[in-house]
């Protein structure tokens, strides 16, 4: 039967129909769009419309790639599977396959090149955005202002202390660590840690990495900001858990461990040390440099 020898070749697209399907399914891997772990509303930053847009034209950018190369083989593949059962070749028909699969290859090039275009207007629009938020902030957090907060500071090697906060009672670097809360067979969850000397107590498990981290991240911010400032500066290691409920927070006497929540209420009540006002100053121009040399440095030399 002729119409065998059109309906046998499809065999040979059933690898590439699934690669597509999985291609399809991890469309959205990426997505950068979190809620807070205190009231589960959606956080939003400068420019978060962007952000959400420049999500949705990397998850393009990763669909036509991928499901570019793949689509743009289905005629050949065809045409392959047609030359194995036809009695006979046409090779006008195979000029149809190779003209096919010549179109969705500039199809998909010019849906390439628009995506690429447009994640670069995207990016140049959040980085605008940005720029003007960080500029607004001056209103609420004018130079002068004693408590200063940085974000993503460089440390050691390749290490990020998560925030460092300046007040005029000491500097602070506060370490975020996010762990999932045990749920119980009820669907109650169970997110109290109870804090030792040397570690946390989870339900159901233990660790000692993120008070070793923090203390490590203590150690070296005293140590470079003596180096920077000229004298000792005193720092205090803050641990963050948000979502859990805190035990005993005081028994890791030289750290502070908090759910994050009402954080910013806190850190005025600790008094690690006072700061002057040349020393405070220094110690804001200090990170500030150290973050705009890091970033520096990392950018890519065209």
């Known amino acids: ?75 050949l593949v065809y045409g392959m599977g047609r030359m194995i059962f036809a009695r006979q070749q046409n090779w006008l028909e195979w000029g149809i396959y190779g003209a096919l699969s010549t179109l969705l290859v500039l199809v998909f090039c010019l849906r390439l090149i628009r995506d690429f275009q447009r994640i670069r207007r995207l990016k140049l629009g959040l980085a605008c955005e940005l720029a003007v938020g960080q500029e607004l902030a001056r209103l609420i957090r004018p130079e002068a202002h004693p408590y200063y907060v940085f974000h993503d500071v460089p440390g050691a090697g390749d290490d990020t202390l998560d925030h460092v906060a300046v007040t005029p009672h000491g500097v602070f670097a506060i370490e975020t660590r996010a762990r999932t809360p045990a749920v119980l067979p009820s669907g109650e969850e169970r997110n109290v840690v109870v804090v030792e000397s040397e ?42 858990l948000p979502g859990w409920r805190i035990e005993d927070a005081t028994a890791a006497s030289d750290l502070l461990v908090v759910s994050g929540e009402d954080l910013a209420n806190q850190l005025p009540q600790r008094h690690p040390g006072e700061l002057d006002a040349a020393t405070h100053d220094a110690v804001i121009r200090a990170l500030r440099q150290r973050i705009a040399t890091t970033a520096l440095n990392r950018t890519p030399q065209s």
């Open 199 to 240: 570690r946390l107590r989870f339900p159901g498990w233990k660790e000692r990495r993120p008070l070793r981290e923090t203390r490590r991240a203590v150690r070296w911010l005293a140590s470079w900001l003596e180096r920077e400032v000229g004298q000792a500066v005193p720092v205090q290691g803050v641990l963050a």
């Open 1 to 75: 039967m002729a119409w065998l020898e059109y309906l046998l070749p499809l065999i040979f697209l059933f690898p590439l129909v699934a690669t597509a399907v999985i291609v399809v399914g991890l469309r959205n891997l990426h997505d950068a769009r979190v809620s807070s772990p205190f009231d589960a509303h959606r956080l939003r930053e400068p420019g978060q419309s962007l952000r959400d847009r420049l999500d949705r034209a990397f998850a393009s950018l990763f669909l036509n790639g991928a499901l570019g190369p793949i689509i743009t083989l289905v005629p």
